[in-house]
Nanobody, 127 residues
Framework: QVHLLDSGGGLVQAGGSLRLSCATSGRTFSSYAMGWFRQAPGKERDFVAV????????YYAESVKGRFTISRDNAKNTVYLQMNSLKREDTAVYYC????????????????????WGQGTQVTVSS
């Protein structure tokens, strides 16, 4: 069992930055691919970014490429999402997630492969 704790959300003006963190329990953090998803009110949960077990590969949604950066610190059992140049349309609840099995980069951009989810952290971008 893996527990994920999202944090770092808040209210920020458009053009600003936030860094989200996801701390995990357990000793097997490095065996999970870690993803970030977001969900705006009335919408489906959408893929944002994912990082593979070793951190060697990252994938991003087109809408955040060049603005967001996902990273992980396996020694601290933590994954991060650095969000720069925030836009109003980035407003959502952000969730981190862990996938235990091996999946391709394209599969990891879907909700289904993920076994564990954080509770979510609200990000609100004002104009």
């Amino acid at each position: 069992q893996v527990h994920l704790l999202d944090s770092g959300g808040g209210l920020v003006q458009a053009g600003g930055s936030l860094r989200l963190s996801c701390a995990t329990s357990g000793r097997t953090f490095s065996s999970y691919a870690m993803g970030w998803f977001r969900q705006a009110p009335g919408k489906e949960r959408d893929f944002v970014a994912v990082i593979t077990r070793s951190g060697g590969n990252t994938y991003y949604a087109e809408s955040v490429k060049g603005r967001f950066t996902i990273s992980r610190d396996n020694a601290k059992n933590t994954v991060y999402l650095q969000m720069n140049s925030l836009k109003r349309e980035d407003t959502a609840v952000y969730y981190c997630a862990a996938a235990a099995k091996y999946y391709s980069g394209s599969d990891l951009q879907r909700v289904r492969p993920y076994d564990y989810w954080g509770q979510g952290t609200q990000v609100t971008v004002s104009s």
